[in-house]
Each structure stands twice: as structure tokens, then as C-alpha cells.
């Protein structure tokens, strides 16, 4: 395996345990257009999934522009109510291990600018990325492999050089497609259904011990 120069993260799910959140902000919205979502259609059809892929998904009946309005009203909810995340366990020890041996950082996430924000600033990693691609903002966001592939391309690396770090099948499968060795992280799903969904590497958290081994020299 060539010396690793970089790492890119996810981040709903990867840096921070977001999920619950996210499910009740949905539910909320949901509810107030007499609809409902179950645990089920949440994981397959929300978690990791682009505004534009949910909207379709869960609003058929709206057209594009009201899809904006809706998942807007939405994400303003999820800020509502994300007082108090934290970063996942070894997540900070992690990163400060790789910058300090020389890697670059990049965060690539389907969520959009505000949330972003809220949650760097919400679990102190704001300032800390080399990059940040926002695939919402993107013509083709995850699962298509263009945000990885776009920030590869900033940080001046290639795809067997860098690890990628995700928790959700379209995250997942556009990091296989960029070509990055992919590892996930289990918060939402069981170690054993992510390295069936193609991650190279499943572990519960950034504690793990094998996660450096990745890296390291």
C-alpha cells in the first residue's frame, strides 16, 4: 500500500453522531404535512442521502422548487436541535496524529453549508480541514464518486494515496467509486453490513488501534 497523504471524512454519522437527529427533524417536518417516516425508510432512504435525493423520495407530490423550501425548513429544524453533539470517540486524537505526521485534511459531505457550520463549530473541528467539499453544492453530489474525486484533485493527491472515512451506503459507494480505501465507521449500521456494502475496514469508533497502523510509516 503507498504511503497514505491524506484523509477525507464524512460528516454526519463519521465525525459526529447525528442520526437521532436527523430523525426527528424529519419526522417533524413530515408531521407537519401529516406524513410520517418510519426507522426503516429513514435508514434506506434518509441517512447519508443528498436534500434533493430526499426530497424526491419522501415529497413526490412537490415539485423541485418546493423540495428546497421543505428540506431548508428541515435543516433548520436539525439546527434547532442539535444542541449538544460531540465528536466521535478518537476522533480529534486522530486527526491530530495526522496532521502532525504531515497529512492533509479534507471533510466531504452531502450536508449543506449551514449545517456544516453548526457542526464543526457544535464539536470543535471548525478551522481544522485543508478542504471542504460541500456535495449539495456540487452538480452530482454522493453517491456519485465527483465530491471525493474533487477533493483529491484539491489536496493534490491520489485516490491510493488517501483514506476516506464514511458510515452510509451512498458515502460508501463514492469513495469505492473514486477509488479510495474506504473505512467506515458503525454508528448506524453493524460492522458486518458496511464491509458487505464494499468498506475496506469497519470499526466502532476512531479508537480503534488499526486505524493508525493505516497511516503510520
Same mark, same amino acid.
Not at 436539525?78 to 449538544?84: I, K, N, P, Q, S
Given at each position: 500500500?503507498?504511503?497514505?497523504?491524506?484523509?477525507?471524512?464524512?460528516?454526519?454519522?463519521?465525525?459526529?453522531?447525528?442520526?437521532?437527529?436527523?430523525?426527528?427533524?424529519?419526522?417533524?417536518?413530515?408531521?407537519?404535512?401529516?406524513?410520517?417516516?418510519?426507522?426503516?425508510?429513514?435508514?434506506?432512504?434518509?441517512?447519508?442521502?443528498?436534500?434533493?435525493?430526499?426530497?424526491?423520495?419522501?415529497?413526490?407530490?412537490?415539485?423541485?422548487?418546493?423540495?428546497?423550501?421543505?428540506?431548508?425548513?428541515?435543516?433548520?429544524?436539525?439546527?434547532?436541535?442539535?444542541?449538544?453533539? @460531540?465528536?466521535?470517540?478518537?476522533?480529534? *486524537? &486522530?486527526?491530530? $496524529?495526522?496532521?502532525?505526521? #504531515? !497529512?492533509?485534511? %479534507?471533510?466531504?459531505?452531502?450536508?449543506?453549508?449551514?449545517?456544516?457550520?453548526?457542526?464543526?463549530?457544535?464539536?470543535?473541528?471548525?478551522?481544522?480541514?485543508?478542504?471542504?467539499?460541500?456535495?449539495?453544492?456540487?452538480?452530482?453530489?454522493?453517491?456519485?464518486?465527483?465530491?471525493?474525486?474533487?477533493?483529491?484533485?484539491? @489536496?493534490?493527491?491520489?485516490?491510493?494515496? *488517501? &483514506?476516506?472515512? $464514511?458510515?452510509?451506503?451512498? #458515502? !460508501?459507494?463514492? %469513495?469505492?467509486?473514486?477509488?479510495?480505501?474506504?473505512?467506515?465507521?458503525?454508528?448506524?449500521?453493524?460492522?458486518?453490513?458496511?464491509?458487505?456494502?464494499?468498506?475496506?475496514?469497519?470499526?466502532?469508533?476512531?479508537?480503534?488501534?488499526?486505524?493508525?497502523?493505516?497511516?503510520?510509516?
Amino acid at each position: 500500500m503507498p504511503r497514505i497523504k491524506a484523509l477525507l471524512f464524512d460528516l454526519d454519522g463519521t465525525l459526529t453522531h447525528t442520526d437521532p437527529v436527523h430523525l426527528r427533524a424529519i419526522r417533524h417536518l413530515m408531521a407537519e404535512h401529516g406524513l410520517s417516516l418510519s426507522d426503516e425508510d429513514f435508514r434506506l432512504h434518509v441517512s447519508g442521502r443528498s436534500n434533493v435525493d430526499i426530497g424526491t423520495r419522501l415529497f413526490p407530490n412537490h415539485d423541485a422548487a418546493e423540495h428546497v423550501t421543505l428540506l431548508d425548513r428541515k435543516e433548520a429544524l436539525f439546527r434547532d436541535f442539535a444542541t449538544d453533539l @460531540l465528536p466521535l470517540p478518537g476522533a480529534v *486524537a &486522530l486527526m491530530d $496524529e495526522a496532521q502532525a505526521a #504531515g !497529512l492533509k485534511i %479534507a471533510l466531504v459531505t452531502n450536508a449543506p453549508r449551514h449545517n456544516v457550520d453548526h457542526m464543526l463549530a457544535a464539536i470543535g473541528l471548525a478551522g481544522r480541514f485543508d478542504t471542504i467539499v460541500y456535495g449539495d453544492e456540487m452538480t452530482r453530489p454522493k453517491p456519485d464518486p465527483l465530491p471525493y474525486l474533487t477533493g483529491l484533485q484539491r @489536496l493534490g493527491v491520489a485516490a491510493e494515496e *488517501a &483514506l476516506a472515512f $464514511e458510515d452510509s451506503p451512498p #458515502g !460508501l459507494l463514492a %469513495a469505492t467509486r473514486a477509488g479510495l480505501t474506504t473505512v467506515a465507521l458503525a454508528t448506524t449500521r453493524t460492522e458486518e453490513d458496511l464491509l458487505a456494502l464494499g468498506a475496506d475496514l469497519a470499526v466502532p469508533d476512531f479508537t480503534d488501534p488499526r486505524l493508525l497502523t493505516l497511516f503510520r510509516s
